[in-house]
């Protein structure tokens, strides 16, 4: 009898591993924020659109949607335009709507549709604007003493046309989004993409949301990898804000994970966009491969 390579024997486990996940999953709907460095490096790239590939393949129902900050800060150097934030948020006026705009929903969001649609998946770009799919109000920061701080046209998601989400779905497309919103008054607001994705899994009542990120996931303290956290819920995000151990630029990520859950996302997810196919690892395995956030 021929030797099996173990190399084989080892592929056949990881299906067998997958199996009870497939049959869980399919039918359900999952949404995923795409951002971070995954975006700049072309073999990442790769991985991920095979990753979303195999996922609709396999009948999962699957939302993108995407930033774009470093490509949109490229953009800005171009054309000497300033690039400034506060409080982590963009200052967006004008002419750097007009840019943010033109990276997102011009470059960004049909490059996507067209890698997905070369793999044979139907993926349509859209821009929140389209079909009133993203509304917003403009937002503000807060300074440092509690001022508030303007942003320009910067903006909170208010209302997701689900509709034209689940007309899409239905007819077996895969959005993929660009958080771009529009105002009542025909303004054009930049959204924070972690948040867009939040609102549009919370009105799609989505199995999962998916934040990739340049970060494994949560830490009790980021530089001791032991004190990573595979799972963590709601109440204790809170005590961990409360007590400084969430803190920087994770707190709005982490309010993100608890708006889009109690806007009734059933589990949200942040992994590390850098690892090859970490949506797969995530899904198919038991031990997953970031921070689950649950109610």
Same mark, same amino acid.
Do not use: W
């Given at each position: 009898?021929?030797?099996?390579? =173990? ?23 999952? *949404?995923?924020?795409?951002? @971070? ?18 996922? /609709? ?10 930033? @774009? ?5 490229? %953009? ?17 006026? /004008?002419?750097? %709507?007009?840019?943010? =705009? ?26 929140? +604007? ?9 937002? !503000? ?5 509690? =001022? ?59 199995? /999962? ?9 949560? !830490? +009790?303290?980021?530089?001791?990898? =032991? ?9 204790? *995000? ?5 007590? @400084? ?9 982490? +309010? ?40």
């Amino acid at each position: 009898m021929k030797d099996i390579d =173990e190399t084989v024997i080892k592929r056949e486990e990881i299906l067998i591993e997958a199996l009870p996940y497939i049959k869980q999953f399919t039918g359900k709907t999952f *949404v995923i924020k795409y951002g @971070g460095s995954v975006m700049e490096n072309d073999v990442l790239k790769k991985k991920f659109i095979e990753d979303v590939a195999l996922l /609709k393949l396999v009948g999962i129902n699957i939302v993108i949607v995407h930033g @774009g900050g470093k490509r949109i800060n490229a %953009m800005l150097d171009q054309v000497n335009l300033e690039v400034k934030f506060e409080q982590g948020q963009r200052v967006t006026d /004008k002419n750097v %709507m007009r840019i943010v =705009e033109m990276v997102l929903s011009g470059q960004i969001n049909k490059e996507l549709s067209a890698c997905l649609s070369a793999h044979g998946i139907n993926a349509v770009g859209l821009c929140g +604007r389209d079909s009133n799919l993203l509304k917003a109000v403009k937002s !503000y920061a807060k300074g440092e003493n509690g =001022e508030q701080l303007d942003l320009g046209y910067v903006g909170q998601i208010t209302e997701v046309n689900k509709t034209v989400l689940t007309d899409l779905i239905d007819a077996g497309y895969v959005p993929i989004i660009s958080p771009v919103a529009c105002g009542e008054n025909g303004e054009t607001f930049n959204v924070n993409a972690d948040f867009a994705a939040g609102a549009v899994s919370g009105a799609l009542q989505a199995e /999962k949301l998916i934040l990739l990120s340049d970060i494994r996931g949560l !830490y +009790r303290d980021i530089h001791d990898e =032991e004190s990573f956290i595979p799972e963590i819920h709601c109440d204790t *995000v809170k005590e961990y804000i409360a007590d @400084g151990t969430i803190a920087g630029g994770m707190i709005p990520k982490m +309010r993100c994970c608890m708006d889009a859950i109690q806007k009734g996302t059933k589990e949200v997810v942040i992994i590390d966009g850098r690892v090859e196919h970490s949506l797969l690892i995530e899904i198919f395995t038991d031990s997953g491969s970031g921070t689950m956030v649950k109610k």
